[in-house]
Structures are given as C-alpha cells and as structure tokens.
C-alpha cells in the first residue's frame, strides 16, 4: 500500500482543518434489510420487510428485532467511541403501523430518550415512504422496477403529513429530519413533482421547527441538479464506490481515492451553496480490490475526505456479519483510530 501514502497526503493537505459531526446509521433496525440481518430472514423467501410482515410468526420476531438489535448497551458503546450523531432510518408505518408494517413508536421513543441521556444528536429519516420512493428493499417493500409508487398524489401527500407529525412529536429533540432517502427519479417529469413536493415540504416544516434543526434532503444521486435549489437547507450526499459500473471496472486502489478526489472537489463546491452532509458511506471496495488493509485505507482516505462538511454518517452502526459495512466491526478493528 505504499504507492498510496502519496495520494492519501494529497487529500489530507488539501482538506479544510473542520469537524464535523460524527454520526452512524442504524440501519436494519427499524427498516429491515435482509442482507443486514439474515437471521431475521432465515428459512423464508421474503425480500423485504413488507413480505416478511406477511409471514405468520413473523410478526413477533419483528417486535423481538426492534427490542434487542439497537439497545441501550449500543448507545452506550457508540457515546463511548467518540460518536456524536445517529441517522435513524424509519418507516412510514412507525408511529402508527400500516398493513402488514408493524408500530415501533415506543421504540422510536425510546431512541430519543436514551440519545439524549448519551448526548447523541438524531437525524430522523424517512426511509420508506408510502408507496415507495424507490425500487430498493429499504423503501420497505421496492416496486420490483418501473415507476414508484410513491409518485402518487395521495402517497405524496400522506409523505407529507408523516413528516409533519414527526415534526410536532420529536421536534424539540431533532437535530435534522430528511424527508426521503433516495428517492429514484425515472424521468424529467418526476424529478419536477419531487422538486416541488420537497421546497413546499421544506416550507411547512421549517414554519413548524426551530432554526437549528437540519430540514435535509437527499440528493438522490444527482448532487448538481440538487444544490441551491433547496431553499437553503441541508443536502444529503450518499457516497459509495463499489455499485456503479464505472466504480467496479476500477482495477488498483489508486484509482478509488482518484476518484475519491475527484468527488471531494464537487462536493465542496456544492458545500457553498448549502450545508452538504455525507448521509451514508462504506469502507467497501468492488470485490477484486476488497481486503483488511484496502478497506481500512479507504476508510481512513474517506474520513479525511469529509472533513470539510457538516456532518458525516457510515452506513452502519452494524449487521450480522464482520464486514466492510459493520461500524462497530471496524472500529473494533483500528479504522477509526484518529478520527474519533
């Protein structure tokens, strides 16, 4: 890894001496996600939450799931690690369940309560919204292609009230609310609905919440489209090098954090425009290039990366296996070390 140490010095060198704020994603706890916890998923062939809820027993294990993934002994750890800030992804069914989709309004309570007890700032995303925003399994269920159904008039305006009440209910205790995660854009015509469903949203929130609180939204993939045109508010840059096919035809790891380069340029003039957060990243590499001591090298090269902007979020605090996506995993692992 040698060849690196150059490349890497350049990012530092060129990186402002900020601080942002440290924070994790608990993914896979109120949003299920198969691959996160297969457990959960075992002896089924359910893709997403929406067809495990379908499942009879599974109900219970949904319930089991929300009481023990995320406790206080992990909140606990994290305060303890020298995180500042969690992204809680939810559903829309969360405060009040919607068929099959079970309420965890008592654990999203709870969340707050104990984030506030260790000092830990919250950013409440909307992560499945009615109909879903995208085609994926963590909007819930996916719409297994064409156009999401959450582009409805109805589910846009059901999207709306959802945030809305997160907003009355947890307001006092937000440091940010995103109103949806990755929303998928399949033509010109609905990237014109969202544009406009997301400033009128934007408006009726931020008459609702204190100025301190971080109204984001996300990129949706499409950062320069998206900044300025958000009235100001927060943008939310997800930032991953191991899905695209311009990512995975990559052949060295010099390569990556050229392009990791590359991308921290554009986002710091985006930065200008309105504070930017990086809402999700990973230490994960395309398969060819993925090892102990690349993905420990990519890590450290992004968290040097994203010192210039409000905050940053690694997707996630942790799942069922020891990966390049498991926060506690490599932290445990010496990843982190100088940066928390």
Not at 8 to 35: D, F, H, Q
Not at 48 to 77: C, S, V
Not at 169 to 175: E, V
Not at 334 to 340: A, P, S, V, W
């Amino acid at each position: 890894m040698e060849q690196n140490v150059a490349v890497i010095k350049y990012i530092v060198m060129n990186t402002p001496a900020n601080s942002p704020l440290k924070g994790v994603n608990l993914g896979g706890w109120l949003v299920l996600e198969r691959w996160m916890t297969p457990s959960l998923f075992a002896g089924t062939k359910a893709a997403n939450e929406y067809e495990l809820a379908q499942i009879p027993g599974k109900t219970r294990a949904i319930q089991r799931h929300h009481e023990t993934f995320i406790t206080e002994e992990d909140i606990a750890w994290l305060r303890k690690a020298g995180v500042q800030a969690l992204r809680v992804p939810v559903g829309f069914w969360v405060l009040h369940g919607h068929h099959p989709y079970q309420s965890a309004r008592a654990r999203l309570d709870w969340l707050f309560v104990v984030a506030k007890k260790y000092q830990l700032k919250v950013l409440l995303c909307l992560h499945a919204a009615p109909g879903a925003q995208n085609n994926n399994d963590h909007s819930g269920s996916g719409t297994a292609g064409g156009f999401p159904g959450w582009y409805r008039g109805h589910n846009r305006r059901m999207t709306q009230t959802i945030l809305l009440e997160f907003a009355e209910r947890y307001g006092a205790d937000l440091w940010g609310i995103e109103l949806l995660n990755e929303p998928h854009v399949p033509t010109p015509y609905h990237y014109a609905l969202l544009r406009r469903w997301t400033n009128q949203t934007i408006k009726q929130l931020r008459a609702m919440l204190p100025g301190r609180v971080h109204i984001t939204a996300s990129d949706a993939y499409m950062p320069a489209f998206w900044s300025g045109g958000i009235r100001g508010e927060t943008l939310d840059v997800h930032h991953y090098q191991c899905f695209s096919k311009a990512s995975r035809r990559l052949q060295s790891f010099d390569e990556h954090v050229a392009l990791l380069e590359s991308a921290q340029k554009r986002y710091r003039s985006y930065a200008r425009q309105q504070p930017l957060i990086i809402g999700e990243w990973s230490a994960t590499l395309p398969h060819q290039l993925a090892s102990t001591q690349a993905n420990r090298a990519f890590c450290q090269a992004q968290l040097r990366a994203w010192q210039p902007h409000k905050a940053w979020f690694f997707w996630s605090y942790k799942t069922e296996n020891n990966d390049s996506w498991n926060f506690r995993h490599l932290y445990e692992s010496g990843c982190f070390t100088d940066f928390l």
